[in-house]
């Protein structure tokens, strides 16, 4: 069911994997997703997956080139188990389907630097 692996993060003997059913979605729909998790999970605080629409900043006199919008976000905590499973609403809270958007996966670890990786997916305009 979840074939698309959108990322996978390494720490230590740790890894974290990101996946999601399918890479190209609809304003309105559940993104639906698992997280695998192989190694010693016994560091991670939290693990939070973002959906993030990224739009350009079309202000010349700026030195920022794009504005991260936070679309839906998913905190998810490991216990024992090797796969979370996750849903992220997409509602109708996007600005345009031509902006980039991305899955971000962020794995919080205790007295570390935290681990993050960012994948794009794609909203039909239909």
């Known amino acids: 069911m979840f074939k698309n692996l959108l990322s996978s993060i390494g ?6 994997d990101t996946r999601v059913g399918q890479t190209e979605y609809h304003l309105g729909d559940t993104i639906e997703g ?8 016994g560091h991670i605080e939290y693990i939070e997956i973002q959906l993030v ?5 079309t202000d010349d006199t700026s030195d920022i080139q794009s504005f991260d919008d936070i679309i839906s976000r998913v905190h998810l905590t490991p216990e024992n188990d090797e796969t979370i499973r996750f849903q992220l609403d997409v509602g109708n809270n996007i600005k345009s389907t031509t902006n980039q958007f991305f899955i971000m996966t962020h794995v919080y670890i205790a007295n570390s630097i935290d681990a993050y990786d960012e994948d794009e997916i794609f909203f039909n305009q239909q």
Request: charged share 30%.
């Open 34 to 41: 698992i997280v695998e998790l192989s190694g010693q999970t």
């Open 11 to 16: 720490f230590e003997d740790l890894t974290v």
């Open 53 to 57: 629409e990224r739009q350009e900043n």
